[in-house]
């Protein structure tokens, strides 16, 4: 089986898969960029799922644009799977028109209340002037929109909050040392 994301360490010849396992991977083999700072942990996991529901009733818009830029195969098994779950065939996954508008006001709104989680503290990221995976968390997901979302949908999302979605992605970007 094929799953993303992956991660393949050359410093240690470690092959991870899943985003959680990455992450716990990356805190022990790399302590002096914590990415779990302060014991967050456990309410970096409790953070990841309650931004996961925050979307998840739009979730077939993202579904379906990415199921237009992957591979034959993969998009035959990624339609097959996401069909399967959302009970329905991809074509009505997110029609033009008031579904559409409606998936696209989710989405307004999750990333609405991000920003009232960001502007809780003073400093670019959720911890402050303390980067985390809390952090990553978020960029994961600007990053999947960017790659699936129409170029001008995508400008659209980034600019939202005077740009803060793009320049955080950026910034995340930076701080990972552009992986």
Same mark, same amino acid.
């Given at each position: &089986?094929?799953?993303?994301?992956?991660l393949?360490?050359?410093n240690? *010849?470690a @092959?991870i898969?899943?985003?959680?396992?990455?992450?716990?991977?990356?805190?022990?083999t790399?302590?002096?960029?914590?990415?779990?700072?302060?014991e967050s942990k456990?309410?970096?996991?409790?953070?990841?799922? =309650?931004v996961?529901n !925050?979307?998840? #009733?739009?979730v077939a818009f993202?579904?379906?644009?990415?199921?237009?830029? !992957? +591979?034959?195969?993969?998009?035959?098994?990624?339609?097959?799977?996401?069909? #399967?779950? @959302?009970?329905?065939?991809?074509?009505?996954?997110?029609?033009?028109?008031?579904?559409? *508008?409606?998936h696209?006001a989710?989405?307004?709104? #999750? &990333? *609405? =209340? !991000?920003?009232?989680?960001?502007?809780?503290?003073? /400093?670019?990221?959720? &911890?402050?002037?303390?980067?985390?995976?809390?952090?990553?968390?978020? %960029?994961? +997901?600007?990053? $999947?929109?960017?790659?699936?979302?129409?170029?001008?949908e $995508?400008?659209?999302? #980034?600019?939202?909050?005077?740009?803060? $979605? /793009?320049? @955080? !992605? %950026?910034?995340?970007?930076?701080?990972?040392? /552009?992986?």
């Amino acid at each position: &089986m094929y799953t993303l994301p992956v991660l393949s360490d050359p410093n240690t *010849d470690a @092959l991870i898969t899943d985003s959680w396992e990455i992450a716990e991977y990356l805190e022990r083999t790399y302590p002096e960029k914590p990415i779990f700072p302060n014991e967050s942990k456990g309410l970096i996991l409790a953070f990841d799922t =309650t931004v996961s529901n !925050l979307g998840r #009733a739009a979730v077939a818009f993202p579904f379906l644009r990415a199921s237009r830029i !992957l +591979r034959e195969r993969s998009a035959e098994y990624f339609i097959t799977t996401r069909e #399967a779950s @959302l009970r329905k065939k991809i074509s009505e996954f997110s029609p033009e028109g008031p579904e559409r *508008d409606e998936h696209w006001a989710i989405v307004e709104g #999750a &990333m *609405d =209340t !991000l920003k009232q989680w960001y502007d809780k503290e003073e /400093g670019k990221w959720l &911890m402050g002037d303390v980067f985390s995976y809390a952090d990553i968390i978020i %960029a994961s +997901r600007l990053f $999947w929109f960017k790659r699936i979302l129409h170029g001008d949908e $995508w400008e659209k999302v #980034a600019s939202w909050h005077d740009g803060r $979605w /793009g320049k @955080l !992605l %950026a910034d995340v970007e930076k701080e990972c040392n /552009g992986v």
